[in-house]
């Protein structure tokens, strides 16, 4: 039975919500920002409009999300009224107050991600570790985990690149997660993944530990400017494998490209290399690997600011982006976050793309 207590409690953290997001300057911005897409030479400049019609979206969908929230809630206490008069069941008042918790805890999560490169899309590598097959295996798994979440949410993902193990599984695999705050959520997914397990390829069935290591940046759009020197990569061309049709593997479409750069700051050497068989053609494949250098320079800027202010605060935990982060253990039925504690026995559930919760408790972890 849903109390007077709990009800409170979600009507306090809908005011609380109001305030943190500023909901009523949001109005008034929207405003100011929808009117200047009625000025007479608004599209002279089709790029700068994009940009101003997202920018007038971003708002409209903070103002649009709270609003019904805000309903939800006065909602819950008029159906609360009614099942004090008799004039509803009580299962109708559990069922209003779940959606209305899952609500909250959605915009909740969502005020978290305040970084200015949380909304942007997401760039996911995938690489098997040692093990051999069960390591290949382990990272197809990551590989659908992640997949079906961003199912789940609402994203569009696109396979940029996949390099297919010798027998089964991934060798390693690049995604891309279109949608705002896609890298919000799924930052907490870098370092390294863990799983324990009583081996299928095995021939004595044996309990056997694996590795698979994930590596997540925001994906850049053109309101972020990354410079990179012509003279710092190199390309290389190939066929590609796996599916995409007979031109695939007849026409060198896939390309690598290699980057040996050298960081502003300390001049210590920067290389990356970048793999995509995203599409037949050639020179999308080359815009397309770009964009993703430029993804992961942006990413290590962001970790060195990272780096910096744990410098500064020492008190605040300290992110490991290379560290074991999470164990799978299916034969005890247990995936546990080493960094926040936080596990669940719904081993099937989290392989099939259910870790919101392993995300929230990071973010909220990331906000003490």
């Known amino acids: ?9 979600l009507i306090h953290r809908r005011d609380e919500l109001h305030r943190y997001l500023a909901i009523d300057d949001k109005r008034i911005a929207h405003e100011e920002e929808q009117m200047k897409t009625t000025a007479p ?11 101003q019609l997202k920018k007038v979206a971003s708002i409209k969908s903070w103002i649009d999300d709270f609003d019904a929230l805000s309903a939800l809630v006065d909602d819950l206490e008029v159906v609360a009224e009614f099942v004090r008069e008799g004039g509803a069941q009580e299962e109708e ?12 805890e959605a915009l909740e999560m969502r005020n978290m991600l305040r970084g200015e490169e949380d909304k942007l899309g997401a760039v996911v590598d995938i690489n098997s570790g040692a093990g051999g097959t069960e390591s290949l295996d382990w990272a197809s798994m990551l590989m659908r985990m992640y997949t079906r979440w961003g199912e789940r949410n609402g994203f569009k993902v696109r396979i940029a690149d996949f390099q297919a193990g010798e027998e089964v599984g991934v060798k390693s695999a690049t995604l891309l997660f279109e949608g705002d705050y896609a890298y919000g959520y799924l930052k907490s997914e870098s370092g390294v993944h863990r799983m324990v397990r009583l081996s299928p390829f095995n021939a004595n069935n044996k309990r056997q530990t694996t590795f698979a290591s994930v590596f997540v940046s925001p994906a850049v759009d053109d309101t972020i400017e ?22 695939v593997n007849k026409v060198e ?19 990356f290399l970048i793999e995509n068989t995203e599409t037949r053609s050639q020179l999308m494949n080359r815009e397309n690997a770009l964009r993703i250098l430029r993804s992961k320079l942006y990413q290590r800027e962001l970790d060195k600011r990272m780096a910096l202010q744990n410098e500064l605060e020492k008190g605040k935990k300290r992110i490991e982006w290379g560290s074991q982060i999470r164990s799978y253990v299916f034969d005890d039925r247990r995936v546990k976050d080493h960094r926040t504690g936080h596990q669940t026995s719904a081993v099937e559930a989290v392989m099939d793309g259910d870790i919101d919760a392993f995300i929230k408790a990071y973010l909220m972890g990331s906000q003490e």
């Open 1 to 9: 039975m849903i109390t007077t207590e709990q009800i409170r409690d």
């Open 253 to 271: 479409t896939g390309v690598r490209l290699r980057y040996h750069g050298k960081d502003p700051d300390t001049g210590e050497p920067v290389e």
């Open 93 to 104: 008042l559990d069922a209003h107050f779940s959606r209305t918790l899952e609500a909250t």
């Open 41 to 51: 030479d608004f599209w002279d400049n089709p790029d700068a409009a994009e940009k």
């Open 226 to 247: 990354i410079n990179i020197n012509p003279a710092d990569y190199e390309w290389d061309t190939y066929r590609s494998s796996g599916a995409g049709g007979q031109n």
